[in-house]
């Protein structure tokens, strides 16, 4: 089965292993990395506390932006719609 990177928009090879998170949404080993070095600087700017569940909360959503599962403004993009998958398009609701 083929898979796409959600961020990147290109194909992930069978034969890669991915963990259990960018699995998920899902999103190739190159753009997850970035991903990892990326939360980083998204908590130290915001001055985010792990111990705090909104803040845990506040840094998946960037996570999910990130990765292009979600839009800035908070909208879940359906990447089963082959119209939604155009990332240099504007959508038109």
């Known amino acids: 089965m ?10 992930i090879p069978d034969t890669e292993q991915l963990g259990p998170v960018n699995e998920k949404y899902p999103t190739c080993t190159k753009c997850w990395t970035e991903w990892k070095e990326y939360q980083i600087m ?4 915001m001055k985010l506390d792990m111990s705090m569940a909104d803040h845990r909360k506040l840094l998946k ?20 719609n082959e119209d939604n998958r155009k990332p240099d398009e504007p959508q038109v609701n």
Do not use: A, Q
């Open 2 to 11: 083929s898979r796409t990177c959600t961020k990147c928009k290109n194909s």
């Open 42 to 45: 998204v908590m130290n700017e």
């Open 61 to 80: 959503k960037h996570e999910k932006i990130f990765v292009g599962v979600l839009s800035p403004e908070g909208e879940i993009i359906d990447y089963t």
